[in-house]
């Protein structure tokens, strides 16, 4: 014991203790923040691989119903043009989707705006519509930002995809 | 050696050593297992998606080639047709085939399946739709569930239980779609 004693140092001042710990905090904290970053971007591009492919099974529903029933996806489509007129099921409908599980699927939601109808000329029965275009609009809460909307922390994403449909043998 | 008045290391430093260092290694090799845990579970759920991503593909090119869907149901197979290629999903022995339609009811002799060895299909819906006057045939909406061979792995729910020892090896991907008609 005496022995050990005798060769002991000084050792370290509390100034290098301090600033020993601080560098080793610096790199946690910096670490931490990476991680967490790198979850939340994963988490992000998985709700937008999602809402593409929303988007897409939309413009796949529009584009089979101008093909098939070019009249009666004329005649069904309502003439205010900010309303949404799909929901992700195959019916035209009037008015925009509210977030609910019940639609496309818990925290999204899928508008089809009708943006232009483009005639020859003003569009009436003597000028039929020629093309039709579409602004498919997928929105979502998104679950990487916060857990609730309580928190305040609540951030709505979206993305958008456009869709021209025309009747069959038109250019 | 005594000349150099090398004092060597106590048993005591020595022991300290041999902790720190086995305990750096403990830690190596926990994280080296956790990344092939994790890559392994990465390739396994890379195939299945492409599995299904590839069935999707092909369902949507037959069905912009056909103007018909017919469906029907022989016990606990489920047929599905688009123009002359008809599907058959048996829900008892969880697969899914690929032939030739006649009336879409009794699958035909070139009937293929779809999945190869060690996956299996957990579930395949297929909903016809019309259009708002319910004349014309528009497509259908389409859900398909294809999963790992490996159901000790697999909860009541048909997910995979991450609990599991061998549980890199499991996945189950679901795919929800829509295909339209565009044919003649």
Redesign the interface.
Known sequence: MLKLRKLNQRGDTLVEVMIAVAVLSAILASSYTLSSYAARLGRSSKEHTQAVAYAQQQAEIIQSYAIRDWEGLVDILPVNNTDSHFNSDWEVRSGSLTYSPNEVAANYRVNAILTNRTCDGVCAVSNPIKQLTFHIEVDWISASSGPTEEDGSIVRDSTKLVVKVSPRGNE | MKRFDSKGFTIVELLMAMAIFSFVMVIVVVAFTQLMRSYRQGVTSQKTQSLAREIIVDM?RIAHESNEIKTDTTGTTSHFCLGNVQYNYNSAANTLSQGNSADCTTPDASSEDLVGDGYQVLDFQAEP?????N?????A?ISLTIATETDDLLTDTNACNPALAGSQFCSVTTI???????GE
């Open positions: 949507t739709k019309s259009n708002a006057s004349t014309v045939q528009l497509g909406n929800n779609t829509a295909v339209g008609l565009r």
